[in-house]
């Protein structure tokens, strides 16, 4: 990927699943990497070594996304570290499914929180910086099921829509300073958010997906990384499915 070389990426709940993939992936393609994380765990102090590994340099910034000032702090801390940010990944998420007769309205609330407003959070802190410079891409994490609905997630796949809906205008107000904002929908990845369904879940999403067989964190890393790259400079404001055909 061409573009990627030196520039400084914040990835937003990177310490496992699909953001470590990511984070790994642009660090492999030469970027600095700023690896936001919720919660400490031992997973991420190999991450880091792993990142270095390749020669990029790496900070971690502890915080919660759905935080606004939690958000600010992440973005200072990469300013502090490497004086600018030009990639920024949403991919902090989490799901608190449950049938809408039954869910609880924390359950709501918490899911809008983290997934939605934590990515605004973040894209209304990074955006000065990049709109300064005039350059700058930025990737969130939808789901398919932010397009075609789900049973049982009415919380996570408005989120997720809502993410879709942040982009397309995000990306029209930032156009005009060269900032590429795109999401991705990944379908069925293979993660600890999905490993928990039932096996019988498992298997019927499997039946439902073309390319039969369950994505990867790094299939989802691979077209972030193509977006974060000069090689998308003339794509903004889409959705891109990674699902196996799952939705066409
Ligand atoms: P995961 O649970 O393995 O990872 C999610 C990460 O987000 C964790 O590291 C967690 O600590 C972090 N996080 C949660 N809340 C946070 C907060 N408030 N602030 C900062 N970090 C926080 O799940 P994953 O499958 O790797 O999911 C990554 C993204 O991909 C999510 O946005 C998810 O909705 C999306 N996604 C996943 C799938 C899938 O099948 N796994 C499908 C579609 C979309």
Same mark, same amino acid.
Not at 11 to 40: F, P, Q
């Given at each position: 990927?061409? %573009?990627? =070389? /030196?520039?400084?990426?914040?990835?937003?709940?990177?310490?496992?699943?699909?953001?470590?993939?990511?984070?790994?992936?642009?660090?492999?393609?030469?970027?600095?990497?700023? *690896?936001?994380?919720?919660?400490?765990?031992?997973?991420?102090?190999? @991450?880091?070594?792993?990142?270095?590994?390749?020669?990029?340099?790496?900070?971690?910034?502890? %915080?919660?996304?759905?935080?606004? #000032?939690?958000?600010?702090?992440? $973005?200072?801390?990469?300013?502090?570290?490497?004086?600018?940010?030009?990639? +920024?990944?949403?991919?902090?998420?989490?799901?608190?499914?449950? @049938?809408?007769?039954?869910?609880?309205?924390?359950?709501?609330?918490?899911?809008?929180?983290?997934? !939605?407003? /934590?990515?605004?959070?973040?894209?209304?802190?990074?955006?000065?910086?990049?709109?300064?410079?005039?350059?700058?891409?930025?990737?969130?994490?939808?789901?398919?099921? /932010?397009?075609?609905?789900?049973?049982?997630?009415?919380?996570?796949?408005?989120? =997720?829509?809502?993410?879709?809906? !942040?982009?397309?205008?995000?990306?029209?107000?930032?156009? #005009?300073?060269?900032?590429?904002?795109?999401?991705?929908?990944?379908?069925?990845?293979?993660?600890?958010?999905?490993?928990? +369904?039932?096996? =019988?879940?498992?298997?019927? *999403? +499997?039946?439902?997906?073309?390319?039969?067989?369950?994505?990867?964190?790094?299939?989802?890393?691979?077209?972030?990384?193509?977006?974060?790259?000069?090689?998308?400079?003339?794509?903004? %404001?889409?959705?891109?499915?990674?699902?196996? %055909?799952?939705? $066409?």
């Amino acid at each position: 990927m061409e %573009g990627i =070389k /030196g520039k400084v990426a914040v990835v937003t709940g990177a310490a496992k699943g699909i953001g470590r993939a990511i984070a790994l992936r642009l660090a492999k393609e030469g970027a600095n990497i700023v *690896i936001n994380y919720r919660s400490d765990s031992e997973s991420l102090k190999e @991450l880091v070594s792993e990142i270095e590994s390749f020669g990029s340099k790496v900070v971690t910034a502890r %915080g919660d996304v759905s935080s606004f #000032s939690d958000a600010k702090n992440i $973005m200072e801390k990469a300013v502090d570290a490497f004086q600018t940010i030009d990639i +920024l990944v949403n991919n902090a998420g989490i799901t608190r499914d449950g @049938l809408m007769l039954r869910m609880k309205e924390e359950d709501f609330d918490r899911v809008i929180e983290v997934n !939605l407003k /934590g990515a605004f959070n973040c894209i209304r802190h990074v955006s000065p910086i990049m709109v300064k410079k005039r350059t700058g891409k930025i990737i969130n994490i939808s789901s398919v099921v /932010g397009i075609t609905g789900n049973a049982g997630q009415v919380n996570y796949s408005a989120a =997720k829509a809502g993410i879709i809906g !942040l982009t397309k205008s995000a990306a029209r107000e930032l156009a #005009s300073r060269k900032i590429n904002v795109n999401a991705v929908a990944p379908g069925f990845i293979n993660t600890s958010m999905t490993e928990i +369904l039932p096996q =019988k879940t498992k298997e019927n *999403i +499997l039946n439902s997906i073309p390319l039969k067989r369950i994505g990867s964190p790094e299939d989802i890393a691979n077209t972030v990384a193509f977006l974060a790259s000069s090689n998308a400079d003339y794509i903004t %404001g889409q959705v891109i499915n990674i699902d196996g %055909g799952m939705v $066409m």
